[in-house]
């Protein structure tokens, strides 16, 4: 349990309950499980919907019991939604009402405008709602791609859901309890931002993917030239689809903006490339100064 | 020296002079001592245009000695062009002419149309040229970036430049020195291949780069909102803008038209997202299959 202070205020992470056992799910829960008391957590359970997939969690140490139905994780202090967004905007419109008072919720998706939006919608103001996203991960979908080490120095992205510092509190205690970096930060500004820094990444990893496999299969390019730099550029592609595709879906205003600004410098360099390698080696140097030289 | 049979041909690599002391011709230096003698190999020299860059490439073993010119690796039985290309088309033009009869010439670029073309021109009919490429690397540009280890299992691109079957023995013996795995490959075929495997992607990755360089400079994005995908994804834009600026002129024709390609599958996935999370999680696993997912 919890401890409460005289005021009957909750203090430490209590009963953790994550839904959605992924990667994501897992990662957090490892994590959890390993801060434990420092982190005030005495307990950390996981539902997921593919049995198969919870055992695999705790297999891998991420919780102390699996729960049979979804609706046992709304008896949690702290509640972690970790499914793709279309499941977690699901789970609140059935569940959102009937969570605990005084508990803590947080989501992990990455498009959080859609989720804090439902979030408003439907938990109930004695609940303290939060907008989660804890910006680490893998490309290997579900318990086996977890890897709880890289939280450390990651930041997590707490966007609050209404004037609540009692849940940006509990979302910096969670952030800290992983040893992740808490930012706080609007939906807004964090949508525009991942859709840049995340989105767009995942869905030209995909369209390269798509361009040298059209090419392999009409027999215009030989597969076995591939070099490890085509590995890095593709491998966001090897990510859980329906995880992008829900996250694509849920941020599709900002994902559009981003794809027309992408194809808008791709052939702003294409053109380049007639100036000689001079003008485009410099062409280059300074459209990616900004992302990736020191200053 | 390198062993020569009653008929004075060469057997083995034997003395090997590498024009270009960067990532790619360290690497392939630190390679080619290591091999030796197994692989005939007597002596391995580098010429860098940047004398700090040829004392880096000694230091870190990849050479048994530095030229002071250029013109001294004519006199090597194996002449490897490790430069950008416009350097090494450059240098084909001011000494192809002079190479020793007898003598192998192979280069290192990525875009072996224009390299070949200009090895057929200016090479006697007694040298023996042929067009390479390893298909290894890091993103790290110069010495400091090779990683030798890279070349075990990489597939190593040989082009004829004519029918020289010398040149081709010669090219599979250097490739296996080195523990790659040599692809004979015509220059077209390579150019089409590696257009999409490799020119695009570097393309991509520094368009990326600045459509999130472009949010940060403009305040619309958070710089610390960014997780390791963006890291993998973004990659190859740390690579040394000269050689991609080369690469990139070189096989123009490939790229423009790889551009065109990615632009269509960006638009049509982006479309997706209008059907729904589920409709694109199919539409991504589609179009990443032929070049990511196990048949």
Sequence with gaps: MSKEDGFG????????????????????????????????????????????????????????????????????????????????????????????????????????????????????????????????????????GARPELCRGAPFALVPVRDDPEALSRGRELARAIGALPVEVDAETHDRTVARTSHLPHLVAYALAGVAGEAFLTGDALPVLVSTGFGAATRLAASDPDMVAGFLWANAREVRRSVAEITEVLHRLSAAIEDGPDHLSAALSETRAPALDPV
């Excluded at 997921?48 to 140490?61: I, K, Q």
């Design 9 to 144: 205020r909750v203090h430490g992470l209590g009963r953790v309950s994550i839904v959605g056992a992924g990667q994501v799910g897992t990662m957090l829960g490892m994590a959890l499980v390993e801060a434990g008391s420092d982190a005030g957590v005495t307990d950390v359970s996981a539902f997921d919907r593919t049995p198969s997939v919870a055992t695999a969690s705790l297999e891998r140490g991420a919780v102390h019991r699996i729960l049979e139905r979804a609706e046992e994780a709304l008896e949690a202090d702290t509640l972690v939604l970790a499914m793709p967004v279309p499941s977690i905007l699901s789970f609140l419109e059935e569940f959102g009402s009937r969570l605990r008072p005084g508990s803590f919720l947080i989501d992990t998706a990455s498009a959080k405008v859609a989720v804090t939006d439902a979030m408003r919608r439907t938990v109930p103001q004695a609940v303290h709602p939060l907008g989660g996203h804890p910006m680490a991960g893998t490309e290997v979908a579900g318990p086996a």
